[in-house]
T-cell receptor, first 113, second 109 residues
Framework: DTAVSQTPKYLVTQMGNDKSIKCEQN?????MYWYKQDSKKFLKIMFS???????INETVPNRFSPKSPDKAHLNLHINSLELGDSAVYFC????????????FGSGTRLTVV | GENVEQHPSTLSVQEGDSAVIKCTYS??????FPWYKQELGKRPQLIID?????GEKKDQRIAVTLNKTAKHFSLHITETQPEDSAVYFC????????FGTGTSLTVIP
C-alpha cells in the first residue's frame, strides 16, 4: 500500500490554466504538507494543515490554495498558472505529536508552457 | 523562525571513502533532526534521525552526530558505494520542519 499518494505524476499545461494536484495519505497522520522543489532542488514549504489549523507560507502567491475534504486528503489548487510555477510538488504527512519525520508522496512534475 | 544551513552543496568522493555533510541550526527549541535521501527523480526518504537527548546515532554505514551547544549536526557515511549517490537534506524541527538546502553527493566508482 502506498502511504502517501499523489496524482497526477506528470502535468503539462498552458499558462493561464487552472489545475489541481491530489494527495491522499493512509497513515492516519494528523498533519499534511505541500512542498515545492525547484530546479536547484530546494524544498520550500508552501502549506501545512491539520484539522485545526492551516499555516500558509506568506511567500506563496494566493493563486495557490490547499483544499482538504478530510484529514486524509490535502489537494493543491493552482489558478492562472505561470511559467515560474514549473517545479516538482511534493505532498507529505506526519504525526506531529509523535515527533516523527515526514513521509513524502512521489511528487508531481508540473510543467507550464 | 528557524534557519538551517547545510554544507557542502556538492560533494564528490571515491567509492569506499567516507562522506560528511554538516548542518547548523539557529533555534535552540529544535529537538528533532532527520536526514533525507533523495535519489534522482524520486521522493525524499527518511534515512536516519536523532533527537536532542542523544549525541550520536548509527545505522550500519550511516551515522548522525548532534552538538546541541554549538547547534550543529552532521551525517557521516562510511565505505561509500555508488548507490549512495543522491541529494541529502538535513532538517531541524520543534513543531515545524525546516530543511537545509541539500547536498548533492556523487560517489565515483
Amino acid at each position: 500500500d502506498t502511504a502517501v499518494s499523489q496524482t497526477p505524476k506528470y502535468l503539462v499545461t498552458q499558462m493561464g490554466n487552472d489545475k489541481s494536484i491530489k494527495c491522499e495519505q493512509n497513515l492516519g497522520h494528523d498533519t499534511m504538507y505541500w512542498y515545492k522543489q525547484d530546479s536547484k532542488k530546494f524544498l520550500k514549504i508552501m502549506f501545512s494543515y491539520n484539522n485545526k489549523e492551516l499555516i500558509i507560507n506568506e511567500t506563496v502567491p494566493n493563486r495557490f490554495s490547499p483544499k482538504s475534504p478530510d484529514k486524509a486528503h490535502l489537494n493543491l489548487h493552482i489558478n492562472s498558472l505561470e511559467l515560474g510555477d514549473s517545479a516538482v510538488y511534493f505532498c507529505a504527512s506526519s504525526q506531529v505529536a509523535q515527533g516523527h519525520g515526514y513521509t513524502f508522496g512521489s511528487g508531481t512534475r508540473l510543467t507550464v508552457v | 523562525g528557524e534557519n538551517v544551513e547545510q554544507h557542502p552543496s556538492t560533494l564528490s568522493v571515491q567509492e569506499g571513502d567516507s562522506a560528511v555533510i554538516k548542518c547548523t541550526y539557529s533555534d535552540s527549541a529544535s529537538n528533532y533532526f532527520p536526514w533525507y535521501k533523495q535519489e534522482l527523480g524520486k521522493r525524499p526518504q527518511l534515512i536516519i534521525d536523532i533527537r536532542s537527548n542523544v549525541g550520536e546515532k548509527k545505522d550500519q554505514r550511516i551515522a548522525v552526530t548532534l552538538n546541541k551547544t554549538a547547534k550543529h549536526f552532521s551525517l557521516h557515511i562510511t565505505e561509500t558505494q555508488p548507490e549512495d549517490s543522491a541529494v541529502y537534506f538535513c532538517a531541524a524541527s520543534s513543531n515545524q520542519f525546516y530543511f537545509g538546502t541539500g547536498t548533492s553527493l556523487t560517489v565515483i566508482p
